[in-house]
């Protein structure tokens, strides 16, 4: 373990990696990460499976496999990624059993298509948690009007949910109280309310946003100001009455996670997110460059502060310069939701050309 990741993981916040792959699999890069870099997680998206299926040959035998057995569209692609997802949750296991849930788990996305579709959300995150077979798989809802419901009811059927999209303070609440109305309705149906949850908070999108809005004294700012409120409310909701009788019945807190921490601007620190966002009980999901960059070079500084700190500060500032941050906050997650169908088209498509040739 480098002085970064043992840093980090000393200060309390778990390291996931964003991305899976079979090479990363088959290679033992994900064994290794485990074991010597301190990664307790895996999330992922349909870009990172779209270049790892077209760029290579791993998934070949598998599609052909597939394909000869007559499955097409997306019950072939869930099948592809379901056996990544699935072999990563093995490798973590141990973690997840030594943390006793806390860690060790992989996340698999509902279809994006379905991101306002609640009913259809919920059925498919039944169907892929069955489909998972392990404990330690998240099924990922985005954080949208649509998918709210869909985290209480899937919550309340007992599927973990890692959710989604989800870029400020309201609609991180409105994701966790959609989790605490889904214990709820587990306790008062007699059931174990003991069913996991992270809220995944999109942070680096808030800065390229703005960069070419304000002025370069508040450029790459706007994500940790945007975190550190998330933060507070974080630590307040585990605070209020209404979460500690749920926790004194048996259900544990579902986490915040910090998603998108890779640095999108090359005049900025490489560890600008993983720094500034170093805080206990939480999630830092970053890709594979970022955490060799954490490793190599990465200091960390004082932890996220209990009560906010200078965020609201910062987030008026951005209003005296023009930025609609309530507006913007809407806008990112639309645009995010739009992107994740963008993708899985992509990988649709990629699957589908990859069937025919092989």
């Known amino acids: 373990m480098s002085g970064g990741t043992k840093a980090l993981t000393q200060a309390g916040q778990s390291i996931w990696l964003d991305n899976i792959t079979r090479d990363l699999i088959t290679s033992g890069t994900l064994a290794l990460y485990i074991a010597e870099s301190s990664v307790a997680g895996i999330t992922s998206n349909p870009t990172i499976f779209e270049k790892a299926i077209t760029k290579g040959a791993a998934y070949d035998a598998q599609i052909g496999s597939l394909a000869k057995e007559g499955k097409a569209g997306d019950e072939l692609l869930f099948e592809v990624i379901l056996q990544d997802l699935i072999a990563a949750a093995d490798l973590l296991a141990p973690v997840y059993r030594r943390t006793a849930g806390v860690d060790g788990w992989v996340s698999v996305e509902v279809a994006p298509g379905l991101a306002n579709d609640t009913a259809g959300t919920v059925a498919q995150a039944c169907w892929l948690s ?7 798989v998240f099924v990922k809802i985005p954080g949208t009007r649509e998918g709210v419901p869909a985290i209480e009811e899937a919550i309340f059927r007992g599927v973990p949910i890692n959710v989604t999209l989800l870029f400020s303070v309201d609609q991180y609440v409105a994701a966790a109280e959609a989790y605490m ?9 007699g059931l174990n309310p003991d069913v996991r949850s992270v809220a995944s908070l999109f942070v680096s999108r808030w800065d390229k946003a703005t960069a070419d809005k304000v002025s370069e004294g508040l450029r790459n700012r706007l994500g ?23 926790e004194n019945m048996g259900a544990r807190p579902q986490r915040l996670l910090f998603a998108s921490t890779g640095t999108k601007d090359p005049n900025a620190s490489d560890v ?30 004082d932890l996220l502060p209990r009560d906010g700190g200078d965020g609201q500060e910062v987030l008026a500032a951005f209003t005296r310069a023009g930025i609609d941050v309530v507006q913007l906050a809407e806008d990112l997650q639309v645009d995010g939701a739009k992107a994740f169908v963008d993708s899985w088209t992509r990988l649709s498509d990629a699957v589908t050309a990859k069937r025919q040739a092989v």
């Open 130 to 136: 069955s489909k998972a077979l392990r404990p330690n």
């Open 181 to 189: 109305r889904g214990l709820e309705r587990r306790v008062a149906s």
């Open 224 to 246: 940790i100001a945007v975190s550190k409120l998330c933060y507070q409310a974080y630590r307040d909701l585990k605070e209020t009455d209404r979460w500690q009788c749920l």
């Open 272 to 301: 600008l997110y993983v720094e500034g966002l170093a805080s206990p009980n939480t999630i830092d999901t970053m890709p594979e460059e970022t955490l060799h960059a954490l490793e190599d070079h990465g200091k960390l500084g």
